[in-house]
């Protein structure tokens, strides 16, 4: 893929993020619209993007590639648990739980659609729901511990009702069995999925624009944090894929959504928990932010 062209697809994904800080600024998005188009993304475009995205004739290729990303996103999931063990050991519990969150779970889903759909259509969506499928079961049970310090019985029960969750189900029934949905049903979802992409941006960018940016810049955890999830991780990513032989979308879509900036829920958890929200919001506002750069960057490796 020539970069420019990724370079138009991310600038194009930040402009709308711009659109979005500029309407909160407005007040034309405020607190409460901003939550509930949060909603309407986990609740009903997303799922309907997922579900639209699963509308391939089976191929055995394909059901392959499924496995390759299923078992990538395990490990990335597994192997960033260890790595926030190792690399913020001499921090306090509360900065040390935030830096290890946001070091296993990044924001693959909210802007990482968006870049897969902008990059690969709805290819690069079919292949990056399974790993965000993953991410959920993960966050929902690894992430509540990271915070709660106790294991969650709930967790899985609450990932698996997840409406994303249940779309990549439905999809891969779909798949499987090459079951085509009536015209005006995948039209509909269709059309209702495409209003994804630029609702996740302009939410993300109301978010930012509630940031105070002139006491955030400080401590050096949030660089450090920012650096291992924006830059290092991405990078061993592609090495690492590369040297096994990764090709294509599939690789492409794997080095994506590793490329992402911290997960927005980070915030969430924290505040959820009794943990340190603050920082959290911080490291999150501010990785978003350095993946401006960031992204067209690592995708440009590409």
């Given amino acids: 893929m020539e ?52 509308q391939f004739k089976y191929s055995k290729e394909m059901l392959i590639n499924v496995l390759l990303v299923l078992g990538f996103a395990i490990a990335a999931h597994v192997l960033s648990l260890f790595l926030g063990k190792m690399l913020y050991r001499k921090y306090p519990d509360n900065t040390k739980n935030v830096l290890k969150f946001i070091t296993i779970f990044s924001n693959c889903g909210f802007m990482g659609f968006p870049l897969l759909e902008s990059l690969y259509g709805k290819t690069g969506v079919f292949y990056g729901s399974i790993y965000v499928a993953t991410y959920n079961l993960f966050v929902w049970t690894v992430g509540v511990m990271i915070f709660s310090g106790k294991r969650d019985a709930d967790g899985i029960k609450r990932a698996m009702v997840n409406p994303g969750i249940i779309a990549v189900f439905v999809g891969m029934i779909l798949f499987i069995f090459s079951l085509k949905l009536p015209f ?30 002139k006491s955030f810049l400080s401590g050096f955890p949030l660089y450090y944090g920012t650096a291992v999830r924006n830059v290092f991780l991405p990078l061993m990513t592609f090495t690492a894929l590369k040297f096994m032989g990764f090709t294509g979308v599939v690789f492409g879509v794997c080095v994506a959504v590793m490329a992402m900036p911290a997960g927005a829920n980070a915030a969430i958890f924290a505040e959820m928990y009794d943990g340190d929200s603050l920082f959290a919001s911080k490291v999150v506002a501010f990785s978003t932010l350095f993946s401006i750069v960031t992204i067209p960057l690592i995708m440009m490796l590409l």
Avoid: C, R, W, Y
């Avoid at 209003?195 to 940031?211: D, E, H, Q, R, W």
């Fill in 3 to 54: 970069s420019n062209i990724v370079l138009n697809q991310v600038i194009i994904l930040f402009l709308i993020m711009g659109i979005g800080f500029a309407a909160k600024k407005k007040e034309i998005i405020n607190e409460a619209a901003g939550k509930k188009l949060s909603e309407l993304l986990l609740m009903i475009t997303t799922p309907a993007m997922i579900v639209s995205s699963f």
């Fill in 184 to 213: 005006p049903v995948a039209k509909a979802l269709d059309m209702v999925g495409s209003m994804t992409s630029p609702l996740a941006m302009l939410v993300i960018g109301s978010i930012l624009a509630g940031v105070n940016f």
